[in-house]
C-alpha cells in the first residue's frame, strides 16, 4: 500500500459521496476516447512552482513509448490465455494503455514542442529502451520465448505498481487548489484514475502466467532503479532546455522540495517506499488507492465526459 500520508480528497475534484462509498468490486475495463486542447496550457502549468511542472511533464516523454510496449506485450500474451474473464479485462486495459500512449504523445508536440521543449532525442532514447531492450524475443527455441514474455509480463507489473501509487496521488493532490491549468491537471487525473481503476490486471496476468515470487520480486528490483533513473535524466532534459529558469543545483532541491511540501509532488522516498508492500506474500493490488474515488473522478472528467 501507498506510504504517501495524504489529505482527504478535495470536493473540486472528486465526487465526496462517491468516493466515500463502499468499493463497487470490479468495473469494467474500457478505454475512454479522450482528446485534449493544447493551445492555453503554459509550460509551467502549477503557478508558482516551475520545477514540480517540469518534473511531473517528465512523465509525457516517457509514457508514450511505454504503453505502446504494455499493449505490444499484452496483445503477445492474449491468445494464450483460456480464461475468458482475465481475457476481457485485458482487453480493457489494452484499450485504455493505447488511448493513455496517445493522448501523451500529443502532449509531446502540441504542448511541450510548442514552448520550446524537443522531444526528439529523448523519444530516442525511450524507443531504444521498449523496442530493442525490452522488446519480444524473435529468435531462439518456443519455450525460451514464452518465458521472455513471462518476465515482460511481470515487469509489467512491477511497473504498474508504481503507475497506481502515483495514480492514487494524482487523484489526492493540491493541484487544483493550487489554481494548476485544468487541462494538464485533468489529463494526469483522468490517467491516474484508470490506472487505479484497472490496478489489479498487470499483477494478475502476470500470475496466470507464471506466479513465481521470485520472478515477482527480481522484476520489482529492476524495475525500480530504471524508472527513477528514466525519470531524473528526463528532468535534467526538461530543465536544461527550459530556459526561462535558472535555477543552480541547490535552488532547483529546494523547489523540489518545497511542491513535496505542497502536495503538488509525490515525495521520491514514498515511492520507493511502496516498493516494500509489493515483497509482502498476501501483497493485492487493490490495496492502492479506491476504485470508488477513481470511478468518481472518471464520472466528472471534462475529458472523460466529453468522450462519453
Avoid at 474500457?30 to 492555453?40: G, Y
Avoid at 492474449?78 to 482487453?91: F, H, K, N
Avoid at 498476501?282 to 474515488?293: K, V
Amino acid at each position: 500500500m501507498s506510504t504517501v500520508e495524504r489529505p482527504r480528497p478535495d470536493l473540486s475534484h472528486t465526487d465526496q459521496t462517491s468516493a466515500d462509498q463502499a468499493d463497487p468490486g470490479p468495473v469494467e475495463l474500457h478505454a475512454r476516447n479522450v482528446a485534449f486542447d493544447w493551445d492555453d496550457v503554459p509550460l509551467h502549468w502549477i503557478p508558482g512552482h516551475p520545477v514540480a511542472s517540469n518534473f511531473i511533464s517528465v512523465l509525457n516523454l516517457l509514457l508514450p513509448e511505454g504503453e505502446r510496449w504494455f499493449v505490444q506485450t499484452y496483445n503477445e500474451a492474449l491468445p494464450l490465455v483460456a480464461d475468458e474473464e482475465l481475457a476481457s479485462r485485458m482487453r480493457g486495459f489494452i484499450g485504455q494503455e493505447a488511448m493513455h500512449a496517445e493522448a501523451h504523445d500529443h502532449v509531446l508536440w502540441e504542448f511541450l514542442d510548442h514552448h520550446g521543449i524537443d522531444p526528439r532525442p529523448y523519444q530516442l532514447q525511450m524507443e531504444w529502451v521498449f523496442r530493442r531492450v525490452l522488446g519480444p524475443a524473435t529468435s531462439g527455441p518456443p519455450q525460451a520465448r514464452h518465458k521472455h514474455l513471462i518476465e515482460r509480463l511481470w515487469l509489467i507489473a512491477a511497473l504498474e505498481h508504481y503507475t497506481a501509487v502515483l495514480g492514487d496521488f494524482a487523484l489526492n493532490n493540491n493541484w487544483i487548489e493550487t489554481g494548476a491549468h485544468p487541462t494538464m491537471a485533468d489529463l494526469f487525473m483522468w490517467h491516474g484514475a484508470e490506472e487505479v481503476e484497472h490496478r489489479a490486471v498487470a499483477h494478475d496476468v502476470a500470475a496466470y502466467f507464471g506466479d513465481s515470487y521470485l520472478r515477482r520480486g527480481r522484476a520489482m528490483l529492476a524495475v525500480l532503479p530504471m524508472l527513477l533513473f528514466l525519470i531524473q535524466r528526463g528532468y535534467r532534459f526538461i530543465m536544461k532546455q527550459d530556459t526561462s529558469v535558472s535555477y543552480n543545483y541547490i535552488q532547483k532541491k529546494w523547489q523540489f522540495h518545497r511542491g513535496v511540501r505542497a502536495n503538488v509532488l509525490p515525495p521520491l522516498r514514498s515511492i520507493v517506499f511502496s516498493t516494500f508492500s509489493y515483497f509482502r506474500p498476501g501483497f493485492r493490488p487493490e490495496q492502492i488507492g479506491s476504485t470508488a474515488q477513481a470511478v468518481a473522478y472518471l464520472a466528472k472528467s471534462p475529458a472523460a465526459r466529453n468522450a462519453a
